[in-house]
């Protein structure tokens, strides 16, 4: 597979305007997803804000391999960054994200004491490529929505600065994808999380690919969501999606609906009902 390009007009704007925003800022929040951690950096972000302060999150933990996630947050630390896991919607894992911001805020406090000033709010940019959980971690900081969240990429347009309890003042950004895949795998891992359009490969491509890896890590899966009862070593990933069709009684014109199996497989393994894993290691 060549390299993937996949870089819309108003992506190139936003990415220009974060480099002009970056300058105002404090400290840089970038979220990552954690089954993904490598697909989901933005080099061209990470360029921009190379020489700010930078917190990482990995979010959507809980459906990550736990072990795999706390290889990467010591790997961070280990490079000088802040490093946290969270679940955004675990009211303890955003205690643990607003602690982690207040450590980074130390520093800044500290330089204001000395020069007598009075605090101000840390300015907080919000980064990372679609659909990895900007807009509900604003949201769920503000306690209100001021962000816009929709369950697919690219939704957020706008930049804007939200104030959260007179200690933050964060500032949401776009999804921005990288210019280019260079290792089209990545791009694959990204559609396979619903983090990209699916038109990077055939949904069906995709789907084999979850069933691919869910035989080799955990075939008990597929009797536990689907109440399959076939040996699932003797059966090829398409034939699979047609037990699974079978077996949930979606049917077309009595034969089986492959291309509903496809989307069930792709929406349970997002969602972590298949599986929790991490696509990528440390």
Same mark, same amino acid.
């Given at each position: 597979?060549?390299? @993937? ?35 989901? %950096? ?31 947050? &010591? /790997? *961070?630390?280990?490079?000088?960054? /802040?490093?946290?896991? #969270?679940?955004?919607?675990? $009211? ?7 602690? %982690?911001? %207040? ?6 406090? $500290? ?8 605090? =101000? ?16 971690? @604003?949201?769920?900081?503000?306690? &209100? ?18 104030? #959260? $309890? ?14 280019? *895949? $260079?290792?089209?795998?990545?791009a694959i891992n990204l559609a396979l999380l619903g983090i990209v359009k699916?038109? @990077? ?30 040996d699932i070593k003797s059966l090829t990933p398409h034939q699979i999606l047609?037990?699974? %069709? =079978? ?21 349970? *393994?997002?969602?972590? &009902? ?7 290691? @440390?």
């Amino acid at each position: 597979m060549e390299n @993937i390009h996949w870089f819309p007009g108003h992506m190139k704007r936003a990415l220009r305007e974060i480099g002009e925003k970056a300058k105002l800022v404090d400290l840089v929040v970038e979220l990552r997803d954690a089954r993904a951690v490598l697909s989901s %950096a933005n080099d061209d972000l990470n360029t921009i804000i190379q020489h700010r302060q930078r917190l990482i999150v990995l979010t959507k933990c809980d459906l990550a391999n736990e072990q795999e996630t706390r290889r990467w947050i &010591k /790997h *961070f630390v280990n490079q000088g960054h /802040h490093a946290v896991a #969270v679940n955004l919607l675990n $009211a303890k894992h955003l205690s643990l994200l607003v602690d %982690a911001i %207040a450590e980074c805020d130390s520093d800044k406090r $500290a330089k204001e004491l000395a020069k007598g000033m009075k605090p =101000q709010p840390l300015r907080i940019m919000v980064i990372g490529v679609p659909n990895v959980g900007k807009s509900t971690l @604003i949201n769920k900081l503000a306690k &209100k929505k001021m962000a816009q969240v929709e369950n697919r990429p690219g939704k957020t347009k706008a930049q804007q600065w939200i104030k #959260v $309890a007179g200690k933050f003042e964060l500032l949401d950004t776009p999804g921005i994808m990288p210019m280019k *895949f $260079a290792n089209p795998e990545l791009a694959i891992n990204l559609a396979l999380l619903g983090i990209v359009k699916e038109d @990077i490969l055939p949904k069906e491509e995709l789907a084999i690919r979850a069933i691919s890896l869910l035989a080799k890590i955990k075939p008990q899966a597929f009797k536990d969501n689907y109440g399959l009862e076939v040996d699932i070593k003797s059966l090829t990933p398409h034939q699979i999606l047609v037990e699974i %069709a =079978q077996r949930s009684g979606a049917l077309c014109g009595g034969d089986p609906d492959v291309n509903r199996a496809v989307m069930m497989v792709l929406s349970d *393994f997002r969602d972590g &009902k298949l599986i929790h894993l991490s696509l990528e290691t @440390i």
